[in-house]
């Protein structure tokens, strides 16, 4: 399950099935790409993109985008330059 608002806080109304895994060897890369999905999600039921909100009655957060990401990459903490993470997808079937 995922959250698409209000931060850690599992209020039913914002977690959905995304049946998915996702696996990394660079955690710092593995955000930008959770941030996607999240987005894809906000967007699917009629919300703004993440780093369009504002303060809301379910999130009081002044700044949605994870600025510490960009921190991290420049620390050289990992990737967090989208255009520079190796995104691979694998799907499988049920046998």
Not at 8 to 16: G, I, K, N, S, Y
Not at 18 to 46: H, K, N, Q
Not at 65 to 73: K, R
Request: aromatic share 8%.
């Amino acid at each position: 399950m995922r959250l698409h608002n209000a931060g850690t806080t599992a209020r039913p109304e914002f977690v959905w099935e995304y049946s998915s895994m996702c696996f990394s060897t660079d955690y710092v890369a593995l955000d930008p790409i959770g941030w996607e999905v999240i987005d894809a999600r906000r967007e699917a039921v009629g919300r703004k993109k993440l780093v369009e909100t504002v303060p809301d009655k379910n999130s009081a957060f002044m700044h949605h985008q994870p600025e510490h990401v960009e921190i991290a990459g420049a620390l050289g903490l990992g990737v967090w330059d989208r255009s520079k993470i190796d995104l691979r997808k694998v799907l499988l079937q049920a046998a």
